[in-house]
C-alpha cells in the first residue's frame, strides 16, 4: 500500500497501462528526494503491479563489464524468439539501483547506452546483443551528481516530497496495523507530528514506542507512553533531536553569522553531521538560514528556542539536556 503522492502514482499507472498495450516495458524511472520517503516502496510496487521480477543492485557493482553481463542474464527472456523479436507477451524486470549517483561512470556508460538500445556492444565486430526490455528505476539524492548522457536516459522523473500530516497520520494507522500495534489515535498523531513526514522515520518511532509498551507491560501505545517514549530518546514536540537543538542554540547564543566551522568547533558534531542531517531540517522549518557569510538562526527559531524553555527567559515545557557550553 502507497500512501500519498496521488500525482506520481498517476504517472506511473498511465506508463504502465500504457506499456502493457504496447507489449513494451515501461520507461526508465528516477526516484528522487530525502532517503526515506518511498522511493523503494514505490519501486516494488511497480514490479508487483506489472508481475515482473524485481532486481536491487547497489550502485558499486557496475563497475565492469562483467558486472554488466551478469545483470543482463538475470533479465528475464520470456515472449521473445532467438533473436530477440517480441512473440508472446514479455515480463520487462524491474532493476532497482539506490543511491544511482553512486554508479562508476563506466556503469552508467555502459548501462545508460543499453537502456537505451536494449542492446550490448561486446566491444568485437559483429558481436552485438539484443536484451530484452527492462526497466531501470534509480533512486537518487543526488541527481545533479550523475552524467548527463546518463541522465537523460530516464524518461520519467519523480521527486517525492516529505508527507503531510494527514498523509503521516495515515503511514503510522498503516503501519502499527502492519506491526500489530494497539494504539491510540492521539499517539498515532503523536507519532506523526514528529516523523518530519518521512514514513521510515515514522515507522522507527513506532517500533521504539512498541518497545516501550512492552517493556513496561501496557496493553497498548497511549499518548502518555508515546510521549515517555520521546522523552527517552531526546525527542522534543516537534521532532527535533538533541543535535539539532544544540546547532540552534548555538546560533542563539553567537547572535551572529557563523561559518560550518565555527559551528563544527562550537557544537563539537562534524562537518557530515551538521550539513547531510541537520541543517537541512533546520532551514525546511524555517529556523536557521544560509548565506555567504554563515548560518543565522531566524527570528522563528529564536521564539522557538524561548516558547519551549530551551533558551532566553521562555517558560517552556520540559527542557531537554543539550550538554553544551558556550566558548
Not at 6 to 16: D, G, P, R, S, Y
Not at 84 to 102: K, L, M, S
Not at 293 to 312: D, S, V
Request: glycine share 8%; net charge positive; aromatic share 8%.
Amino acid at each position: 500500500m502507497i500512501i500519498g503522492n496521488t500525482n506520481i502514482k498517476e504517472q506511473i499507472k498511465v506508463a504502465l497501462e500504457s506499456a502493457r498495450k504496447r507489449n513494451m516495458a515501461p520507461p526508465h524511472m528516477l526516484m528522487s528526494g530525502h532517503p526515506g520517503c518511498g522511493k523503494t516502496s514505490t519501486a516494488k510496487e511497480v514490479a508487483k503491479q506489472l508481475g515482473t521480477d524485481f532486481i536491487s543492485l547497489i550502485p558499486e557493482a557496475l563497475k565492469d563489464q562483467r558486472a554488466i553481463l551478469d545483470l543482463l542474464d538475470s533479465l528475464n527472456f520470456v515472449g521473445y524468439d532467438d533473436l530477440g523479436n517480441r512473440i508472446a507477451p514479455i515480463q520487462p524486470t524491474v532493476v532497482f539501483i539506490d543511491e544511482c549517483h553512486r554508479i562508476p561512470m563506466y556503469g552508467q556508460e555502459k548501462l545508460g547506452i543499453i537502456m537505451e538500445n536494449f542492446t550490448m556492444d561486446t566491444g568485437k565486430v559483429g558481436k552485438v546483443y539484443w536484451v530484452p526490455y527492462f526497466t531501470v528505476i534509480g533512486a537518487t539524492t543526488l541527481a545533479g551528481s550523475m552524467s548527463k548522457p546518463f541522465l537523460d536516459r530516464f524518461k520519467l522523473n519523480f521527486f517525492f516530497e516529505s508527507y503531510n500530516i494527514e498523509d503521516s497520520v495515515n503511514i503510522v494507522k498503516y503501519h502499527a496495523k502492519r506491526l500489530q500495534v494497539p494504539i491510540t489515535n492521539k499517539a498515532v498523531v503523536d507519532i506523526a507530528a514528529r516523523g518530519r513526514g518521512i514514513p521510515r522515520i515514522m515507522v522507527k518511532y513506532l517500533e521504539r514506542c512498541r518497545d516501550m509498551m512492552l517493556s513496561i507491560g501496557s496493553a497498548m501505545v497511549t499518548s502518555q507512553l508515546s510521549n515517555t517514549t520521546f522523552e527517552s530518546l531526546e525527542i522534543d514536540r516537534r521532532g527535533f533531536n538533541k543535535v539539532e537543538l544544540k546547532v540552534l542554540k548555538a546560533l542563539y547564543d553567537y547572535d551572529k553569522p557563523l561559518s560550518l566551522e565555527n559551528l563544527v568547533m562550537m557544537t563539537g558534531e562534524s562537518k557530515q553531521t551538521i550539513q547531510s542531517e541537520i541543517e537541512a531540517h533546520l532551514i525546511k522549518n524555517g529556523f536557521m538560514v544560509r548565506s555567504g557569510k554563515g548560518r543565522t538562526i531566524t527570528p522563528q527559531g529564536r521564539m522557538y528556542l524561548e516558547e519551549e524553555g530551551y533558551a532566553g527567559n521562555g517558560m517552556g515545557r520540559k527542557t531537554i539536556p543539550l550538554n553544551y557550553t558556550r566558548t
